[in-house]
C-alpha cells in the first residue's frame, strides 16, 4: 500500500509544478498545497527536490538578487518531463482503479444500509463491450418496486 502514501505523490506533483514553471523551493512548497495532502513541510520539499535533481529529473541553478540572499531555482529537465508523462500514465490508471473501488465500495454500504445481506454478491453482468462491471447489486435490483 506504500504507492497510496501521500509522500509518494510529492515528487510527480513537483516535476508538474515545474513542468508549468520553474520556481524557487518555497515558492513551490505554496504551490503544492492544493494538490498535495502533505504536512507543509518545507524541509520535504527541498529534500525532494535534490532527490530529483540527483536522479537528472531538476536541475537548479543559483540567481543573486539585489534585495536577499541568493536563491536556488529549480527546472525540470528533459529527463524529468518523460518521467511525469510515465508517472502520469500509472497515475490514470490508479484513478480508474480507485473509481472502480469506490463505486463498488458505495454499493456494498448502500446495500448494507437498506439491509440486503446480497449487497455482498458481486453482479457479473456484461456491458455493451461484453465486460463484466463486478458491481455489487441487490437480488431484487431488476424487479419491479414492490414484488
Given amino acids: 500500500m506504500a504507492e497510496l502514501e501521500p509522500r509518494n505523490f510529492l515528487q510527480p506533483c513537483l516535476l508538474l509544478l515545474l513542468r508549468e514553471q520553474p520556481d524557487h523551493g518555497y515558492e513551490l512548497a505554496a504551490r503544492l498545497r492544493p494538490?498535495?495532502?502533505?504536512?507543509?513541510?518545507?524541509?520535504?520539499?527541498?529534500?525532494?527536490?535534490?532527490?530529483?535533481?540527483?536522479?537528472?529529473?531538476?536541475?537548479?541553478?543559483?540567481q543573486?538578487?539585489?534585495?536577499?540572499?541568493?536563491?536556488?531555482?529549480y527546472y525540470v529537465t528533459p529527463e524529468g518531463v518523460n518521467c511525469l508523462d510515465s508517472l502520469a500514465d500509472s497515475l490514470g490508471q490508479t484513478h480508474e482503479a480507485l473509481h472502480i473501488f469506490l463505486d463498488r465500495y458505495a454499493r456494498v454500504v448502500a446495500a448494507a444500509k437498506r439491509g440486503?445481506?446480497?449487497?455482498?454478491?458481486?453482479?457479473?453482468?456484461?456491458d455493451s463491450y461484453g465486460r463484466t462491471n463486478g458491481v455489487h447489486a441487490s437480488r431484487g435490483a431488476n424487479r419491479p418496486a414492490g414484488h
Fill in 35 to 62: 494538490m498535495h495532502d502533505g504536512d507543509g513541510d518545507a524541509g520535504g520539499v527541498y529534500r525532494a527536490l535534490r532527490s530529483l535533481e540527483r536522479h537528472g529529473l531538476v536541475r537548479s541553478e543559483w
Fill in 64 to 73: 543573486t538578487s539585489d534585495v536577499g540572499p541568493a536563491r536556488r531555482t
Fill in 116 to 126: 440486503c445481506p446480497e449487497g455482498s454478491r458481486i453482479d457479473r453482468r456484461a
